[in-house]
């Protein structure tokens, strides 16, 4: 019996402390975007930023091809993450982080996305469902599009490909890029250079 109180004191504390891994609806502190978000050696957080600032900025770039419009997508599930949480996006205005993040809501209203669904799980599944769609396989790009992350798969497709315009994230995304140039520009003149170079240490 004491082991069993001093088992559930510890895992108690552990809790309190943050020790514990967080659960789907706490959304983690990490993500990660595939090998094949940028060509080459590039950026793909750099990448992101840009690429989303487009796509959001002008939807029908990408009007008929669901595919661009998915991994768009993705690469904004990882900004909502990455940029609150990311060591190298310190001096990046905290007002961005905080607008991706509501922009996340927005998108995933919009494509029928699980208000609650992990980020990585969302990034990897329409990465995994734009290389499908490249490969003219909607059928398989729609069975990975599947619950609990996408409730409605074949709705989401569909949105993919004509992706809606969505105001809080054109804005959001937008700002992100002009914070970008802005460090890029800090840097260039000897301030501090948070954007600079690759991934996560």
Known sequence: MNHAKRYVGTALLAALMGCTHPGPQAGPNWVSLPADATVGAGDP?????????YVFGTPSSVAGRPADAARAVAQLEYLATEIPTGPRWREFDPTVALALQQARREERAALAIAPQAPPQAVIEALFAASRALRANDTTAAQRILSPPVFPDG???LQRLANLPLLPITNQATSRAAAELDRMD????SGGPSGAGGGGRP
């Open 45 to 53: 957080t750099r990448a992101a930023i840009i690429n989303t600032a």
């Open 185 to 188: 520009r800090m840097g260039e």
């Open 154 to 156: 074949a709705l989401t």
